[in-house]
């Protein structure tokens, strides 16, 4: 019994001292071939057993951490300390690895490496390898792939097999020389972390679609042999990478700006082109024009613009186009002719006496005749003042004016035809001033009287209408000279050059040209008093007394 125990002592120490024994030790595969001990096994067999696992546990011929399997009798794959898988073979024409199977349609079958596959960091495959077998390092969905992130694949490989190298997800880079020939289905697919692949054919290798199924090459680098970046860019598969290197510069084209404007009137401005490679430049708009049209390298280019005659911006796009890269545009926009209101209405702000003017521009030729009329409605308060209501004093003497009282204090002006100046320009000419009267009962404040039915023809027949157009008329003081008061017992006239007033009162009289300039100003007693006026200085004259009577005054 104690040499019973003593055995199981020897048994125990040995079994833990296999524990730490790595799977790739020959010697282990043959316990494979002892039979398992029972009672009725003798003392002999388990000394025997004793003796092999001491041989095995004192062997200096093994690293425990290393691991070593046989993949056929010359082939060899290695998992050192460090984490590399090195596949070897000693047959010196070459040897391919074995296939694995794998797909939905089979039973799977595994390397030998496969459940430690998490511990291998790197993979090499040595010379003499011929191809890399089906499903060779082929992870799982589920399960999860292996942690190496590159692997080195040598001159001697001919093939890669399908899947070998499928659901590698921490798979990065991949470098396969010209001397493979075919690639299997899937041999890369899933690998979801791979961004770089080195290829050395100088034409593209005729691969199947699905090499790289679920990889996203589109963001992806593929580098080739100089030279033979426009075959890959044609070819199945590669062409799908986001870029593709063959160690030429990348191409580039930029320009200096992004957008560009041009006045009315037009005209020419540049922007520069800043690129190593041939370049084309497009108008959209047959109103931009380009120079050059085409190039190589930096330029400058210049745009020249015609002139806008319409009212409305107009907008066009210039594009900059180059062979691999994107086309980069220039938004253009031109300003539109600034068209001037062909009607004017200006009014001033009605002050204590009552008295307002409004004044009427039209924009039309210089050398045009004119004929037309127009309504204006006063609001409650307020009249029309015929006397004072006049044709500018450079018109005066080519137009007559009738006015028309209507219903509603509404008063029809018409304009009788005459010769305007000689002139070719069209510019804005004030053609009337319409006066008109304030209550005292109207309180300071906003009101709007309505210009309606306004239209002119000229004499080359161009029409000028507005159904409609507001006068805004502020009072800005209290009114404190109602209307019938106004001219009472006030006389003015002027003959021969000399203005005589004829008022009540004593006060100031002011002289104004029909367009507003103060030409005099002097005090007078009460009764008659007589100023010398220069004719030449205005034909209507406008006479203000202090005391807020108004009267308009024309050369006979």
Same mark, same amino acid.
């Given at each position: 019994?104690?040499?019973?125990?003593?055995?199981?002592?020897?048994?125990?120490?040995?079994?833990?001292?296999?524990?730490?024994?790595?799977?790739?030790?020959?010697?282990?595969?043959?316990?494979?071939?002892?039979?398992?001990?029972?009672?009725?096994?003798?003392?002999?067999?388990?000394?025997?057993?004793?003796?092999?696992?001491?041989?095995?546990?004192?062997?200096?011929?093994?690293?425990?951490?290393?691991?070593?399997?046989?993949?056929?009798?010359?082939?060899?794959?290695?998992?050192?300390?460090?984490?590399?898988?090195?596949?070897?073979?000693?047959?010196?024409?070459?040897?391919?690895?074995?296939?694995?199977?794998?797909?939905?349609?089979?039973?799977?079958? #595994?390397?030998?490496? #496969?459940?430690?596959?998490?511990?291998?960091?790197?993979?090499?495959?040595?010379?003499?390898?011929?191809?890399?077998?089906?499903?060779?390092?082929?992870?799982?969905?589920?399960?999860?792939?292996?942690?190496?992130?590159?692997?080195?694949?040598?001159?001697?490989?001919?093939?890669?097999?399908?899947? +070998?190298?499928?659901?590698?997800?921490?798979?990065?880079?991949?470098?396969?020389?010209?001397?493979?020939?075919?690639?299997?289905?899937?041999?890369?697919?899933?690998?979801?972390?791979?961004?770089?692949?080195?290829?050395?054919?100088?034409?593209?290798?005729?691969?199947?679609?699905?090499?790289?199924?679920?990889?996203?090459?589109?963001?992806?680098?593929?580098?080739?042999?100089?030279?033979?970046? +426009?075959?890959? $860019?044609?070819?199945?598969?590669?062409?799908?990478?986001?870029?593709?290197?063959?160690?030429?510069?990348?191409?580039?084209?930029?320009?200096?700006?992004?957008?560009?404007?041009?006045?009315?009137?037009?005209?020419? $401005?540049?922007?520069?082109?800043?690129?190593?490679?041939?370049?084309?430049?497009?108008?959209?708009?047959?109103?931009?024009?380009?120079?050059?049209?085409?190039?190589?390298?930096?330029?400058?280019?210049?745009?020249?613009?015609?002139?806008?005659?319409?009212?409305?911006?107009?907008?066009?796009?210039?594009?900059?186009?180059?062979?691999?890269?994107?086309?980069?545009?220039?938004?253009?926009? $031109?300003?539109?002719?600034?068209?001037?209101?062909?009607?004017?209405?200006?009014?001033?702000?009605?002050?204590?006496?009552?008295?307002?003017?409004?004044?009427?521009?039209?924009?039309?030729?210089?050398?045009?005749?004119?004929?037309?009329?127009?309504?204006?409605?006063?609001?409650?308060?307020?009249?029309?003042?015929?006397?004072?209501?006049?044709?500018?004093?450079?018109?005066?003497?080519?137009?007559?004016?009738?006015?028309?009282?209507?219903?509603?204090?509404?008063?029809?002006?018409?304009?009788?035809?005459?010769?305007?100046?000689?002139?070719?320009?069209?510019?804005?000419?004030?053609?009337?001033?319409?006066? #008109?009267?304030?209550?005292?009962?109207?309180?300071?404040?906003?009101?709007? +009287?309505?210009?309606?039915?306004?239209?002119?023809?000229?004499?080359?027949?161009?029409?000028?209408?507005?159904?409609?157009?507001?006068?805004?008329?502020?009072?800005?003081?209290?009114?404190?000279?109602?209307?019938?008061?106004?001219? +009472?017992?006030?006389?003015?006239?002027?003959?021969?050059?000399?203005?005589?007033? $004829?008022?009540?009162?004593?006060?100031?009289?002011?002289?104004?040209?029909?367009?507003?300039?103060?030409?005099?100003?002097?005090?007078?007693?009460?009764?008659?008093?007589?100023?010398?006026?220069?004719?030449?200085?205005?034909?209507?004259?406008?006479?203000?007394?202090?005391?807020?009577?108004?009267?308009?005054?024309?050369?006979?």
């Amino acid at each position: 019994m104690k040499k019973l125990s003593i055995i199981l002592f020897l048994i125990l120490n040995a079994a833990f001292a296999f524990s730490q024994i790595t799977y790739q030790y020959d010697n282990l595969n043959k316990l494979s071939e002892l039979n398992y001990l029972d009672e009725s096994s003798t003392v002999d067999e388990f000394d025997e057993l004793s003796n092999r696992l001491s041989k095995m546990i004192n062997s200096s011929q093994v690293t425990q951490c290393e691991r070593t399997w046989k993949l056929s009798g010359s082939m060899t794959a290695v998992l050192d300390c460090n984490g590399k898988l090195t596949i070897s073979t000693t047959k010196t024409e070459g040897e391919a690895m074995p296939d694995y199977k794998i797909g939905t349609s089979v039973v799977r079958t #595994y390397p030998p490496w #496969y459940d430690v596959r998490h511990e291998i960091l790197s993979v090499v495959i040595n010379d003499k390898i011929t191809k890399i077998g089906n499903g060779a390092f082929a992870g799982d969905l589920t399960e999860g792939g292996y942690d190496f992130t590159s692997v080195l694949i040598p001159a001697s490989i001919k093939s890669i097999g399908s899947a +070998a190298f499928e659901f590698c997800t921490s798979l990065f880079s991949v470098e396969i020389p010209n001397q493979v020939t075919a690639i299997g289905e899937n041999a890369f697919s899933n690998c979801t972390a791979l961004t770089e692949v080195t290829v050395s054919w100088a034409s593209p290798l005729s691969v199947p679609n699905n090499i790289l199924a679920n990889v996203n090459t589109s963001v992806a680098i593929l580098h080739v042999p100089e030279g033979a970046k +426009a075959l890959y $860019q044609a070819a199945n598969v590669w062409k799908n990478f986001g870029k593709i290197d063959d160690g030429t510069p990348d191409p580039v084209l930029n320009i200096s700006i992004n957008s560009m404007n041009f006045e009315a009137e037009g005209g020419e $401005q540049t922007f520069e082109i800043i690129s190593n490679i041939d370049w084309t430049i497009v108008s959209d708009a047959t109103w931009l024009t380009v120079y050059p049209t085409s190039g190589s390298n930096n330029a400058d280019v210049t745009l020249t613009a015609e002139e806008n005659y319409d009212e409305e911006l107009r907008t066009a796009t210039i594009t900059v186009s180059g062979a691999d890269v994107e086309p980069l545009t220039i938004i253009v926009t $031109q300003k539109g002719v600034e068209i001037i209101p062909v009607v004017i209405i200006e009014t001033e702000p009605v002050v204590e006496n009552g008295n307002g003017v409004i004044a009427i521009s039209l924009s039309i030729p210089t050398d045009a005749t004119l004929t037309g009329s127009l309504e204006i409605q006063f609001p409650e308060g307020m009249i029309l003042d015929e006397e004072l209501t006049a044709l500018v004093p450079e018109l005066a003497s080519d137009f007559s004016l009738i006015i028309t009282l209507k219903e509603n204090n509404t008063w029809l002006i018409e304009v009788v035809a005459n010769d305007l100046r000689s002139a070719k320009s069209v510019e804005y000419r004030k053609i009337m001033y319409i006066a #008109y009267k304030v209550e005292e009962t109207i309180t300071q404040g906003t009101y709007e +009287a309505t210009v309606t039915k306004l239209g002119f023809t000229l004499n080359d027949e161009t029409a000028i209408n507005e159904d409609e157009l507001p006068v805004i008329i502020n009072i800005v003081e209290d009114i404190i000279t109602s209307i019938p008061n106004i001219m +009472a017992d006030t006389s003015v006239c002027i003959q021969y050059g000399r203005l005589s007033v $004829q008022s009540p009162d004593v006060e100031t009289v002011y002289v104004y040209s029909l367009s507003g300039i103060l030409l005099h100003e002097f005090q007078k007693t009460t009764g008659l008093a007589e100023k010398n006026i220069d004719k030449s200085v205005s034909k209507i004259l406008i006479v203000k007394g202090s005391t807020g009577w108004v009267k308009k005054v024309i050369y006979n």
